[in-house]
């Protein structure tokens, strides 16, 4: 048996020794295979960082898939968005990973690729591509994705739908539009239990979230919409429904910095909708733990188990944002969100012992 002062004896054996707690600690840092960290780099089974950023999820089968903006590149500072540090990187795609545990996550590649080569595309490095959000279409048999079109400077505000015909790709983009006649920019996809499918996005420069039916093939506006939350200035929006009530979370409008979350809850879609306030508990509550809300999904098979997604955006550094993934909790009706260091999904059983770290 080899003890310290054998090692000591050995260089050899000595660095042997440092690259593999180098190699442990690293993977401890970055990947743990069995839990959630928020915060720290996610690495996928090839051991590779994730990079699927203002992502969503998508349950279908057996399979999960997590569909993101594909930061690449050098982050840079267009002259027009100085004064909001409107931070950007050049339009490479949309991303998808693969999971059967939502721990280990298949790199599946850009579903959705940039078109370098015309100008006057969407989906052109110089634009912008943020918040893609897919589901499947039971009759159609498509999968649908919709996301935010925009210019560097975030003037033209258009919303975007791409199909495919298996959950990987390839999507083929379909065109923008500027639903309702207004703008659109952060913006989910939300389907109800009856099939019926709706956006939810930020209108009129941020100062009302509209709500829109879909087509029942998902790929355009009906015209019928509703205005919510006039003049509050919110972005970053996610949809879910739990026990017939229908929640919305949101977070301000402060360019890449973190700010406050906020909920509310309606019992039907078109509202009236009930602010429920902040709903992050214990320190750095007011800033949600350094990020800002994406998604919403259900934990497949557990019962009352959902997970919100969230980036711990570096915008001077895009490329190296983070993940924040934390376990909602409900007092009655109310949503109730606090900091995990580490946990596991064992949370959402009872009793869930060691299951969660909150430091």
């Known amino acids: 048996m080899l003890n310290d002062l054998s090692i ?30 928020p ?48 931070y950007r990187v050049d339009v490479t795609g949309i991303h998808c990973y693969s ?7 298949k790199d599946q590649g850009l579903v959705l690729k940039a078109v370098p080569e015309d100008p006057a595309s969407d989906l052109h490095p110089s634009k912008v591509v943020e918040r893609p959000k897919v589901a499947f279409n039971p009759l159609t048999r498509k999968f649908v994705l919709w996301m935010h079109i925009d210019t560097a400077d975030y003037q033209t505000a258009r919303a975007g739908v791409a199909v495919a015909d298996v959950p990987t790709g390839p999507f083929r983009y379909l065109g923008s539009t500027k639903p309702e006649g207004a703008d659109s920019r952060d913006q989910t996809f939300f389907v109800d239990d009856d099939g019926k499918a709706y956006r939810i996005y930020s209108s009129e420069w941020n100062k009302a979230t509209y709500i829109s039916l879909l087509s029942d093939d998902w790929l355009r506006h009906v015209g019928r919409y509703t205005r919510a939350f006039i003049g509050q200035g919110l972005e970053a929006q996610a949809v879910f429904k739990r026990h017939a009530k229908y929640y919305l979370i949101a977070s301000e409008c402060t360019g890449w910095d973190p700010n406050p979350m906020h909920a509310a809850m309606a019992d039907s879609i078109w509202g009236p909708w009930h602010e429920l306030g902040n709903p992050c508990t214990g320190p750095d509550a007011n800033t949600t733990f350094g990020s800002q809300s994406t998604c919403v999904f259900q934990v497949s098979g557990k019962m009352d188990a959902y997970i919100i ?44 012992g060691d299951a969660v770290t909150r430091q």
């Open 8 to 37: 000591l004896r050995h260089p050899a054996l000595l660095l042997l020794s440092l690259l593999l707690a180098h190699v442990s600690s690293a993977q401890t840092a970055t990947a743990n295979p069995k839990k959630f960290v």
């Open 309 to 352: 997604m969230a980036d711990q955006w570096h915008k001077s550094n895009l490329a190296d944002s983070r993940y924040v993934w934390l376990p909602i909790e409900f007092e009655a009706e109310t949503p109730r969100l606090e900091w995990l260091g580490r946990w596991e999904l064992r949370i959402f059983d009872w009793p869930h």
């Open 39 to 86: 915060g720290e780099i996610w690495l996928d089974t090839q051991g590779k960082p994730i990079n699927a950023h203002g992502g969503g999820m998508l349950h279908y089968g057996s399979t999960y898939y997590w569909y993101g903006e594909n930061k690449a590149g050098v982050s840079w500072l267009p002259e027009a968005n100085r004064k909001w540090d409107g």
């Open 99 to 105: 999971s059967k545990d939502l721990y280990r996550w």
